[in-house]
């Protein structure tokens, strides 16, 4: 009878093990997931940071040309 309780104890304690192992292997790949996710995010708030750079200079520029345009006819003026 001991030998079969310890062979009972051995395989929960295995199957207790594994479950663990299972467990972490599952929050290392969510982890993973995660931080795969977060640097795509970062990459595309980034790239539209610069974007959004980009159309203020080229307003920025405009505004300078219409001003430039406005100097120049009331020169002509």
């Known amino acids: 009878m001991s030998t079969l ?5 051995k395989e929960r304690d ?3 093990y594994q479950g663990r192992q299972n467990f972490l292997r599952e929050q290392r790949t969510i982890q993973k997931e995660l931080e795969t996710a977060l640097t795509e995010n970062q990459e595309l708030l980034t790239e539209k940071e610069a974007a959004v750079a980009e ?6 520029e405009k505004q300078e040309a219409l001003s430039e345009i ?3 006819k009331a020169l002509l003026e």
């Open 5 to 9: 309780r310890k062979f009972s104890e």
């Open 14 to 16: 295995d199957h207790a």
């Open 55 to 60: 159309k203020e200079a080229a307003l920025a």
């Open 70 to 72: 406005a100097r120049l």
